[in-house]
């Protein structure tokens, strides 16, 4: 049985991937630091309207994220 392949898509294809590639580099650049207190309001990626899950503290500011978005995250980086 052949083994499957996975191709990656390209970061260019998907707007949310993008702004997640983003907020990856901002958030390695401030050296990966979590916070568990979570701002009040929803998850700051575009069009999101979910509950923040955890708080990134990046080069250009805290960001609540969603746990879904978080997942993302962090598979992004793995």
Do not use: Y
Request: glycine fraction near 6%; hydrophobic fraction near 35%.
């Amino acid at each position: 049985m052949p083994a499957i392949k996975v191709i990656r898509r390209t970061t260019s294809d998907d707007p949310e991937i993008v702004e997640l590639t983003k907020l990856r580099n901002q958030w390695t650049g401030a050296r990966s630091q979590l916070e568990t207190d979570v701002l009040g309001g929803a998850c700051s990626m575009p069009g999101c309207r979910t509950m923040p899950f955890v708080t990134l503290r990046t080069k250009t500011g805290r960001r609540p994220l969603c746990l879904r978005h978080f997942e993302r995250l962090r598979v992004e980086t793995a």
